[in-house]
């Protein structure tokens, strides 16, 4: 595939894509919240995978993209589709369906910038400073103070509506997708954004179908707002928002495209208010400014 720097248009789209991918971004949490209630996690996602893999399967088809020519080519572009999709999705997906909010669960995906740069100086041989370790420190810190204001002693799983395993699945999912968007920074880069999402979504599928199916009864309620939330995440999340990913990866660092997750948070915290009414305190919106305070030390130049 053609280098995108290479045309006037490429030079557009590397201006317009970031941005364009942080608001798209952010909607995908407010659609996890929104279809949770009317949907289990995995199945959901086996729905979407399966309906995004005909989607993108026959446009790469009907406009003669490339193909992979050795299955470890094949095997690359389906560990970055577990990576990615499958177990970031998963992670995100499950928590949001135990009770953890959009706002709280994009916020702890949005330190995806410290791990992908501290891993990076060991994977890729990008340098790490001594203001990037701080920089995650920070990052960390702000995390436990949002946690910190959602404390309920009454409760049983410890915050308000969710648990340290909510917690955990959010982490799970940050960590997978700072693994993945290493690995296609390394093993993808030669990918045809047509074919090989096509191939990352095939293989997701398949996993989150395992999951559904050895964890889950296949339970869907067909309602307008599952029905809307299904076609939003596919169309425009997995087929616009994720060849957008893919197109930044291309372009830039591997720390500089993780550094667009800072900015989905506000997002996805003004959109879940305005849609459900979700809030942060003082503590918390003191958390965040933690928060972006690592992450800005993380990915500043």
């Known amino acids: 595939m053609t280098d995108p720097n290479a045309s006037g248009f490429g030079r557009w789209a590397g201006k317009l894509a970031p941005g364009l991918f942080v608001v798209l971004w952010a909607t995908g949490f407010i659609g996890a919240k929104g279809a949770m209630p009317h949907a289990e996690p995995m199945t959901f996602l086996f729905l979407r995978f399966v309906i995004a893999t005909a989607l993108l399967g026959g446009f790469a088809l009907a406009t003669g993209a490339p193909w ?18 499958a177990c970031y999705l998963g992670g995100v997906f499950v928590a949001v369906h135990q009770g953890m909010t959009a706002g709280l669960s994009a916020l702890i995906v949005s330190l995806q910038p410290i791990i992908v740069a501290l891993l990076a100086g060991r994977l ?23 946690l910190s204001e ?21 982490v799970f999912s940050v960590t997978a997708i700072s693994f993945g968007t290493l690995y296609q920074k390394r093993f993808g880069g030669g990918m045809d954004l047509r074919s090989g999402t096509a191939i990352q979504y095939m ?34 999340l997995s ?11 291309r372009l830039g660092e591997a720390s500089k495209v993780a550094s667009l997750f800072y ?21 918390a919106l003191a958390g965040v400014a933690v928060t972006a305070l690592g992450v800005a030390l993380v990915v500043r130049k």
Do not use: N
Request: charged share 10%; aromatic share 14%; proline share 3%.
């Open 68 to 85: 992979p020519k050795t299955w470890r080519a094949w095997g690359h572009i389906a560990v970055v589709g577990l990576l990615v999709h």
């Open 124 to 146: 890729l041989g990008e340098r790490v400073k001594a203001r990037q370790w701080l920089g995650f420190v920070l990052g960390l810190a702000g995390v436990a103070l949002v």
């Open 150 to 170: 959602k404390i309920d002693p009454a409760a049983a799983t410890a915050f308000e509506g969710f648990g340290w395993l909510q917690v955990f699945f959010c």
């Open 203 to 236: 293989a997701a599928g398949v996993a989150c179908g395992l999951g559904a199916l050895f964890f889950e009864d296949f339970q869907v309620d067909w309602t307008g707002e599952l029905i809307f939330s299904l076609a939003w995440l596919v169309i425009v």
């Open 239 to 249: 087929v616009g928002a994720v060849s957008l990913l893919m197109f930044l990866i």
């Open 263 to 283: 900015l989905v948070p506000p997002c996805t915290a003004a959109m879940a208010y305005l849609l459900f009414g979700e809030t942060f305190g003082l503590v």
